[in-house]
DNA sequence: CCTGCAGTTGACCAACACATCAACACATGT
DNA sequence: ACATGTGTTGATGTGTTGGTCAACTGCAGG
């Protein structure tokens, strides 16, 4: 399948011209006017990669990368004048993950895409199927299983699973994961949270006071365990 | 401490003028002429961080990364001139970092070199490990280790054991314990830290006449020990 | 319309961590 | 030896955290 391009830009003229070379490169191109706009874009299309203008009228750049990362981690290469370029920092901060100043060559730009490509691609096939001490879980067949067994979760405990195995034995903070949570549309409030973790404890078939997967860390979260002692 | 910058070129002009570039941007260099000679160095000083010029003779640059990647992650940064640019895919596919085309700003090297570390020291940051004296404590797990053996802590304890691992050998005063743990919500009254001390001792399996951990420094506050005497 | 499920919330209880005190033992520096 | 700083101990009270439950909402399918 073809590689999906978000190219934001206010000006028409970069728009069409990033458009037509990508397109040749066979690239599936999209393009946006402004943050709102590209907000909107990525909800409905879900880019592979964003080709993102830092002055933007509206909300800038900045802006926009900070929004996106609330809820994305779609990668994001800069496009800035030459006398904005130590603002650059400030875009890296914020999670972008490359940047490119005008005028580039078109081969600088390929390169760098291709880069940035190869990066997140090798990352998700390394989490595109977690499995840890028995549970295996698939993101994109969106199903766990405990050895063979297939284990029905609601989207929400899905996605707590799914947080607790990505983190692969590190502990996340209550705060955090309600963090995540609310930018994914839930409300996340920590007693929430507690009846989705004890409902995935019981499907998990997990014993509260010798636990095999999902552990209460005190005062701080919860952790999935990667070793049964 | 100032950061370690290794930079590996054929060319003595180049060398010298990145060498200076960078000195008076307060880095400390250090420089090769080939690939076999940056290994040594790289042995020997452990830099955090490569300028690797591609073209060059005996062992070019692919080699070296390959080489490098056996047995270290130090990011690298490639350099290339302008018709090479395609083949700095391959470089990417060995492991580099990033790269930059000859002839460069400065500023944009700066750039460049700034968001590189700034990656590689989040990824440290991620899995920062204190590793003192055979007891191990990591952040991102909350959990701290002798040996291989698990060692339970409470919240509490495990900030102050945090603190003064994080000091690393260097006395930490009473009083400023006390306002730490105050500022974190605790009550931290010294006589309170004094019983949490006796705590952490007695987990750690500490001895008071001749500690091996958590030395009293009297009149003054504690040290976590560097080495045993 | 009813049913059932996902998500949410607040109340309740149990487990735990923390603070504090008192009384004494011990160690340290002068 | 003395004064003072530090460690040990147990008992006790308190506040916080996490688990559980039941009840409510909102929504989708039959």
Redo the contacts with the bound molecule.
């Keep these: 399948m073809a590689t999906n391009v978000l190219v934001v830009d206010d000006t028409s003229n970069v728009r069409t011209m990033l458009s037509d070379f990508l397109s040749s490169q066979q690239f599936t191109v999209l393009t946006a006017s402004d943050g709102r706009e590209a907000l909107d874009i990525v909800q409905s299309d879900k880019p592979d990669l964003i080709l993102l203008d830092i002055m933007m009228p509206n909300m800038d750049g900045y802006q926009f990368i900070t929004q996106l990362r609330r809820s994305s981690s779609i990668p994001v290469i800069m496009i800035t004048a030459r006398q904005q370029e130590m603002d650059v920092i400030r875009g890296f901060d914020l999670g972008a993950d490359d940047y490119i100043t005008k005028p580039f060559r078109m081969k600088e730009l390929l390169v760098r895409m291709r880069a940035v490509l190869r990066r997140t691609a090798a990352q998700e096939q390394e989490n595109a199927i977690l499995s840890i001490n028995g549970i295996s879980l698939s993101r994109s067949r969106h199903e766990v299983r405990k050895g063979d067994a297939l284990i029905?979760l609601?989207?929400?405990?899905f996605h707590i699973l799914e947080m607790l195995m990505l983190a692969r034995g590190k502990v996340l903070r209550?705060a955090d994961m309600s963090m995540k949570?609310m930018s994914n549309g839930?409300?996340?409030?920590?007693?929430?949270l507690?009846?989705?973790?004890?409902n995935l404890?019981l499907k998990l078939g997990d014993d509260?006071n010798l636990p095999r997967y999902i552990e209460?860390?005190?005062?701080?979260?919860y952790r999935f365990l990667e070793e049964t002692p």
């Design positions: 029905d609601t989207p929400l405990e209550r949570l839930y409300a996340g409030s920590e007693s929430t507690k009846i989705h973790i004890r404890r509260l209460t860390v005190f005062g701080v979260g």
